[in-house]
């Protein structure tokens, strides 16, 4: 298994453009997230999914959007770029809700200037 | 909303020494308390957990309290090595079935030779 990928690995956008950051994995999970950690800092929850269909926002959506149309796909969607999106992205998922282990991806590092 | 304090933000033991993190969190339902490790670029990793029906959990080197009445949980870390170099953050969940997770601000340790 790969567990958890995501793409791209480093991306640099300007103020205002968009780009969706891909996340994908091949454990048949359930539950997916999306983090944002900035330097120095722990992550935060920006958006998860408990299925398909299903989305709900985290601590820090303003900014962003997510779908879920497939069990394995989990894509963030930034619009409108700005500084303060600069961040590492991840994405991560778990079998079911809680107790069980959230499995990271390598991360996303993204530069907004 | 929840929040999960974390103490120290650095720590520096030789060799050998122990190391031990603290947390507190202030929601009392919550059920589960993950710690995580994140070694520089990378993913964070889970090393070990515990679940509120529990007081003490120890995985070889590595052990975890819980003291729900004071809302408190602490990550020890016993002869410590140079690979155990890393950045922790402690977690909590909180909002029910969909594990949300809420992270501390992590403890940079540094194990010196």
């Known amino acids: 298994n790969a567990g958890v990928t995501q793409t791209p690995k480093f991306r640099i956008l300007k103020i205002g453009q968009s780009m969706t950051l891909q996340c994908t994995q091949d454990?048949?999970?359930?539950?997916m997230y999306w983090y944002r950690q900035d330097p120095g800092m722990g992550l935060k929850l920006i958006y998860y999914?408990?299925?398909?269909?299903?989305?709900d926002k985290g601590e820090v959506p303003n900014g962003y959007n997510v779908s879920r149309s497939t069990t394995e796909d989990f894509p963030l969607r930034l619009e409108l770029a700005a500084p303060s999106q600069t961040s590492v992205y991840f994405c991560?998922?778990?079998?079911?809700?809680?107790?069980?282990?959230?499995?990271f991806g390598p991360g996303t590092r993204l530069t907004v200037t | 909303g929840e929040n999960v304090e974390q103490h120290p933000s650095t720590l520096s033991v030789q060799e050998g020494d122990s190391a031990v993190i603290k947390c507190t969190y202030s929601?009392?339902?919550?059920?589960?308390f993950p710690w995580y490790k994140q070694e520089l670029g990378k993913r964070p990793q889970l090393i070990i957990d515990?679940?509120?029906?529990?007081g003490e959990k120890k995985d070889q080197r590595i052990a975890v309290t819980l003291n729900k009445t004071a809302k408190h949980f602490s990550l020890h870390i016993t002869e410590t090595q140079p690979e155990d170099s890393a950045v922790y953050f402690c977690?909590?969940?909180?909002?029910?079935?969909?594990?949300?997770?809420?992270f501390g601000t992590g403890t940079r340790l540094q194990v010196t030779l």
């Open positions: 991560a998922s778990s079998y079911a809700g809680e107790g069980y282990e959230q499995y």
């Open positions: 454990m048949n999970h359930n539950y």
């Open positions: 999914s408990v299925g398909a269909g299903i989305t």
């Open positions: 929601d009392s339902a919550s059920n589960y």
């Open positions: 515990i679940r509120s029906n529990v």
């Open positions: 977690a909590a969940t909180f909002g029910g079935t969909a594990s949300k997770l809420t």
